[in-house]
Nanobody
Framework: VQLRESGGGLVEPGGSLKLACATS????????MYWYRQSPGKGRDWVAT????????SYADSVKGRFTISRDDARRILYLEMNNLQPEDTAVYYC?????WGQGTQVTVSS
């Protein structure tokens, strides 16, 4: 099983990024998928969920209305579109199907 996040970087407050998580080694289309994040000195916090097969979504209150989780089942890729980013969104972002985790991608929001 492999999950590989990409798309992180440095962005100014108010900016946008779109993260991607490429997966292999498991039945992506049948799994609910998640994004989590971990800020320096803090635990890993849940960000968003997208179910299978209905693609229902749910979000942490802190990102609701700014972040959008989506998935491309044919390409086995999970996405997280992040808009109006704020310094408190600075973290390493991880994708997971709850057993396996990617290595994370760093998002830094700073002017």
């Amino acid at each position: 099983v492999q999950l590989r996040e990409s798309g992180g970087g440095l962005v100014e407050p108010g900016g946008s990024l779109k993260l991607a998580c490429a997966t292999s080694g498991f039945s992506f289309v049948t799994h609910t998928m998640y994004w989590y994040r971990q800020s320096p000195g803090k635990g890993r916090d849940w960000v968003a969920t997208i179910t299978s097969p209905s693609h229902s979504t749910s979000y942490a209150d802190s990102v609701k209305g700014r972040f959008t989780i989506s998935r491309d089942d044919a390409r086995r890729i999970l996405y997280l579109e992040m808009n109006n980013l704020q310094p408190e969104d600075t973290a390493v972002y991880y994708c997971t199907e709850e057993t396996y985790w990617g290595q994370g991608t760093q998002v830094t929001v700073s002017s």
